[in-house]
């Protein structure tokens, strides 16, 4: 089972930055995207930034200019860096890898998802 472990989350005044990081347990290679999603309450999970087939990183509109997502395919970790946080940023944060597999001739699709850490900012 492919386990994601995120660290880096916590309470940051308005302006400030965070760096968040996923330790995925397999390979980076093997993955198809990794992601980060973030969920506010009482809100839809929704995506900040993708990177797909180690190709460059795509934002969501909301946070783009301000966080940056990167690899670092040795040690099997992504990261998120986040810059000028805004109290509207304030959510758990989610890591995602999504993996295409062949089994007996059809394509299944898995994604796995870190347990979240908790990102609140303060006005």
């Known amino acids: 089972q492919v386990q994601l472990v995120e660290s880096g989350g916590g309470l940051v005044q308005a302006g400030g930055s965070l760096r968040l990081s996923c330790l995925i347990s397999?390979?980076?290679?093997?993955?198809?995207?990794s992601a980060w999603y973030r969920q506010a309450p009482g809100k839809q999970r929704e995506m900040v930034a993708v990177?797909?087939?180690?190709?460059?990183?795509n934002y969501a509109d909301s946070v783009k200019g301000r966080f940056t997502m990167s690899r670092d395919n040795a040690k099997n970790t992504v990261f998120l860096q986040m810059n000028s946080l805004k109290p509207e940023d304030t959510a758990v944060y989610y890591c995602?890898?999504?993996?295409?597999?062949?089994?007996?001739?059809?394509?299944?699709?898995?994604?796995?998802w870190g347990q979240g850490t908790q990102v609140t900012v303060a006005s």
């Open positions: 995602n890898a999504h993996q295409v597999v062949v089994a007996s001739e059809r394509l299944i699709e898995n994604d796995y």
């Open positions: 397999i390979s980076m290679h093997s993955l198809n995207a």
């Open positions: 990177i797909i087939s180690g190709g460059a990183a």
